[in-house]
């Protein structure tokens, strides 16, 4: 009798995984952003040239991993519209990786796997994990970004006298105040006359609004999101809009802010006449050709300015991150896991930081793993000074972002005052967060 029920409670158990698909070990959907892709480096950071038939995704994350995985390509257009079709119909991958702002979309209660790191979390610079943490609870995994620093036109500096405002080449901080900026800036205006600029502000549309403005939001201890919260309307964030404003009035930025795009203000070094522009650190580690053919310049990269008692200036960065699927299937997400963990792992951050010049979302990722100073330092800034939150982390990042440069139009051309635009932002902004 003992047996019998043994076995009933066996073939029950048995019942009860297979109708939860758990005794399921097909193999692991990976769903990717724009599916795999040639490199030339191999597992070694050797190169091997152009068309040398190495891929990213087969050959180098997924080379020695022990199960089989199917690579499922999404946003190729950079919408999420075919995964919106496959979740409604009932086939999303087991892992989805994409950039963090289409990503977070579906990086939720709803929709996501909670992952619990414990120790682990540890290796994980913080302000990473919290771009993917909602109500505390994690929901996805960052790898590798893109990050956004300031430039600044060395020569241009020297040559009127300002060369003192620069840091040393080996100066870890690379960091400077507000009135330093502003001393700079008097400098080159002085020495150089008419024509000549501070920075671009620039708010014709959202791309580089984190080179327009987030910046010198993050250099007056300014938030403009945090823990899926629109809280720019502090204070501090108050003030750096004024300030923002004054830089146009008092021509330290270049006029007519309202209708500059990105375009104006990636040409600032071309055109040798604006002290700094928002860029990238390999901004600092090539020279620039001057658009009037008559050489060209090295600029440096640093922190934003900040205001006095603001200690660390964060810096806005975009990873790609993943994050797992429910599938009601408790055996099949935790092999969802491993595979995560193994794509976030030292090994291949190691290598798109060195390779593909991205940062790591590990500390000490990699120890030296550059010989470009200015990956370095800028992957020090990073590490030092945490992640600014540019709203990446909510459901819906691109319609609220969409209503970032209306606000800044408004303040630079004089529609409305700095508070009534912003609260005109927050107002709309927590309507799209609260449908």
Known sequence: ????????????????LFANGAQDDSPLVLGIDKGDFEINYDENYIDQGENCGIYFWRDIVLKDYPEEVILREYST???????????????????????????????????????????????FIPSYLDLLTKDGVLYGLPHTAWAAVMAVNKPLLESAGGGYLLPADDDPDRSWTIDEFLEATRLVQEKYGEGYYGYVLFAAGVSGDYWSSFGWLA?????????????????EGRAALTFMKKMQDDGI????????????????????NVVAMGGTPSHGERLISLTDGSGSIQAVIMEYPHMPGVEKVPISVG??????FKTGNPIREARALKLLKYITSKRVQAYSAIVRARYSSLKGVPEVGSESLAWTIANGMIEQNGIFDMGTGLDKYNEVRELWPPMLQAIFSEELTVDEALDRFVTEGNKVLAE
């Not at 990873?319 to 797992?324: E, F, K, V, W």
């Open 77 to 123: 257009d950079n919408t999420t519209i075919k995964m919106d079709i496959d979740l409604a119909g009932g086939d999303p991958p087991d892992v989805y990786w994409d950039y963090i702002g289409r990503l977070n979309k579906y990086a939720n209660s709803r929709l996501a796997v909670p992952i619990e790191l414990g120790d682990e979390a540890e290796e």
């Open 219 to 235: 250099g007056f201890g300014a938030k403009l999101y945090e823990n899926g919260k629109i809280v720019i309307d502090s204070p």
């Open 1 to 16: 009798m003992k047996r019998f029920l043994m076995v009933l409670l066996f073939l029950i158990l048995a019942m009860g």
């Open 253 to 272: 930025a270049m006029p007519g802010a309202a209708g500059l795009t990105y375009a104006e203000n990636l040409a600032a070094m071309k055109n040798n």
């Open 319 to 324: 990873p790609d991150a993943g994050m797992l």
